[in-house]
Every structure is written in structure tokens, then in C-alpha cells.
């Protein structure tokens, strides 16, 4: 009897881990697709700002040969 009670509890909490095991393996993968998400909204902005960098220096060179004429 006690060796079947030993086994229902292994079995039970085996169970409760393979639970968690999920539950973390989503919750990283839900994080990884947040990582990715953020890296390619970082580089929208790089591009953004190096376009609007070169806008402006583009001004500033127009500016400046109007400016000598």
C-alpha cells in the first residue's frame, strides 16, 4: 500500500513539473518574439534617423551654396 501511494505521488508531481516546464518554455518563447520585435523596431529608428540625418545635412550643404552665390 505504501508503495502505491509512493508511486501515485511520483506521478502526480511529475506531472506538476512537466506544467511548469510549459508554462516557462511559452514564457520564453513570448520573450524571444518580444526580443526580435524590439531589435527591428530599433533598426526602423536607426534608419529613420540616419535619413532624416542626411536630410538635414543635405539642407545645410544647399544652404550654404545659396548662401555663397
Same mark, same amino acid.
Request: glycine residues 6%; contains cysteine.
Given at each position: 500500500?505504501h508503495r502505491f501511494i509512493? %508511486? &501515485?505521488? &511520483?506521478?502526480l508531481?511529475?506531472g506538476?513539473?512537466?506544467? &511548469? %516546464?510549459?508554462?516557462?518554455a511559452?514564457?520564453?518563447?513570448? +520573450?524571444a518574439?518580444?526580443?526580435?520585435q524590439?531589435?527591428?523596431?530599433e533598426?526602423?529608428v +536607426?534608419?529613420r534617423?540616419?535619413?532624416?540625418?542626411q536630410?538635414?545635412? +543635405?539642407r545645410?550643404?544647399e544652404?550654404d +551654396?545659396a548662401a555663397n552665390?
Amino acid at each position: 500500500m505504501h508503495r502505491f501511494i509512493a %508511486i &501515485v505521488l &511520483v506521478l502526480l508531481l511529475s506531472g506538476c513539473g512537466a506544467d &511548469v %516546464i510549459g508554462a516557462a518554455a511559452t514564457g520564453a518563447a513570448t +520573450k524571444a518574439e518580444e526580443i526580435k520585435q524590439a531589435k527591428k523596431t530599433e533598426e526602423q529608428v +536607426k534608419q529613420r534617423l540616419d535619413q532624416a540625418n542626411q536630410d538635414a545635412q +543635405k539642407r545645410l550643404e544647399e544652404a550654404d +551654396k545659396a548662401a555663397n552665390q
